[in-house]
C-alpha cells in the first residue's frame, strides 16, 4: 500500500519561512513527478510547484522567486522550502506523486497539512 505523509506545515509570521517535506512509504518501482497543490479555504486546488524525475522545475506565478521544490530519490521524498511567506500562502498544502508500481503510474495524494501565515 503506498502513501505520501505531509509534515512540516504549521504557523509562520508574515516574511517568515517554512519548509514542507512528503515521504513516500509502501512498494513501488519508481516516482515520476512529483508536485506540490494547495488549496485555501473557498477556493479551487491550484498547483504550486512540479518537479520531474530529471529534476526540471516549474513554479506557479504566485511563488516563482520565493518557493523552492526539490527531491530525494534515494529518501522518496519531496520537500517544498517556502520563504517570504505572505498571508495569501494561507492553505492546506498537498503531495502529488506519480508512482510506478509494475508496468503503470498511478497519482497518489499525501493527507494535506495546513499552513498558516499571520501576525
Known amino acids: 500500500q503506498v502513501q505520501l505523509v505531509e509534515s512540516g506545515g504549521g504557523l509562520v509570521q508574515p516574511g517568515g519561512s517554512l519548509r514542507l517535506s512528503c515521504a513516500a512509504s509502501?512498494?513501488?518501482?519508481?516516482?515520476?513527478?512529483m508536485d506540490w497543490y494547495r488549496q485555501a479555504p473557498g477556493k479551487q486546488r491550484e498547483l504550486v510547484a512540479t518537479?520531474?524525475?530529471?529534476?526540471?522545475?516549474t513554479y506557479a506565478s504566485s511563488v516563482k522567486g520565493r518557493f523552492t521544490i526539490s527531491r530525494d530519490d534515494a529518501k522518496s521524498t519531496v520537500d517544498l522550502q517556502m520563504n517570504s511567506l505572505k498571508p495569501e500562502d494561507t492553505a492546506i498544502y498537498y503531495c502529488n506523486a506519480a508512482i510506478r508500481d509494475t508496468y503503470v503510474y498511478i497519482t497518489y495524494w499525501g493527507q494535506g497539512t495546513q499552513v498558516t501565515v499571520s501576525s
Open positions: 509502501g512498494s513501488f518501482t519508481s516516482i515520476g513527478v
Open positions: 518537479i520531474t524525475s530529471g529534476g526540471a522545475t
